[in-house]
């Protein structure tokens, strides 16, 4: 089945304590990206890779890093969390130049900085 | 990207068809209309695209006016389970898509 597969789905962590999100795909896509949801904010592009080894940033990627050493594979990584960080995250993948470019998300991960 | 200009929210009948207005006046001769859904904090779905011909699958219709400056998803029978927010995107093949707030559409019994 195809599907993008984010972990971990729910987490609680205090301020300053590393932590990553993984991500993997297994549809050979090489777009992937990652989204930030916050209330009345809509969906907010955080990193997109549009191939392995090529990152580039959204519009709000102050606080993350990502990196893309595989193409199935595209963890978000928060060094230094801080409560301002607290979102609903969605990883998404795409096969990218296609027609359509149709984009699958992962289910997402509520994340809490206390 | 071209910018897209949606109502916040509409409430339709159950069983009745649900048609939601997109504006996009900017978009460019290689830009497509895609839509997506978003089911309450669940992973946005995709649902349609087109380029500027009338598109229609198992899930909705898309309506592209002909100058291609607005287009109109459609619900031909809407359920419960089709109450979501609603995204109408342009963007270019090859470049990342730009999700803005949406259409919280409600379907009602």
């Known amino acids: 089945e195809a599907q993008v597969t984010q972990n971990p789905r729910y987490l609680i962590t205090v301020t300053g304590k590393k932590l990553t999100v993984t991500c993997s795909q297994n549809?050979?896509?090489?777009?992937m990206s990652w989204y930030r949801q916050d209330p009345g904010l809509g969906l907010r592009q955080i990193y997109y890779?549009?191939?392995?080894?090529?990152?580039d940033k959204g519009d709000v990627p102050e606080g993350y890093k990502v990196s893309r050493k595989e193409k199935r594979n595209f963890p978000l990584i928060l060094e230094s969390p801080s409560p301002n960080q607290t979102s609903l995250y969605f990883c998404?993948?795409?096969?990218?130049?296609?027609?359509?470019?149709?984009?699958?998300f992962g289910e997402g991960s509520w994340l809490t900085v206390v | 990207d071209a910018k897209t200009t949606q109502p916040t929210s509409m409430d339709c009948a159950e069983g009745r068809a649900a048609n939601l207005p997109c504006n996009h006046s900017?978009?460019?001769?290689?830009?497509?209309v895609y839509w997506y859904r978003q089911i309450h904090s669940q992973g946005p779905q995709y649902i349609i695209h087109?380029?500027?011909n009338n598109e229609t699958n198992e899930m909705a219709s898309l309506i592209i006016t002909e100058d291609r400056k607005s287009s109109t998803l459609i619900l031909p029978h809407a359920t419960l389970r089709d109450t979501a927010v609603y995204y109408c995107?342009?963007?270019?093949?090859?470049?990342?898509?730009?999700f803005g707030k949406g259409t919280r559409l409600s379907v009602i019994a």
């Open positions: 998404a993948s795409s096969l990218y130049g296609s027609s359509g470019n149709t984009i699958y």
């Open positions: 900017t978009i460019s001769g290689n830009e497509y």
């Open positions: 549809m050979n896509h090489e777009y």
């Open positions: 890779s549009m191939n392995v080894e090529v990152t």
């Open positions: 995107i342009g963007g270019a093949r090859n470049t990342p898509l730009v």
């Open positions: 087109g380029l500027k």
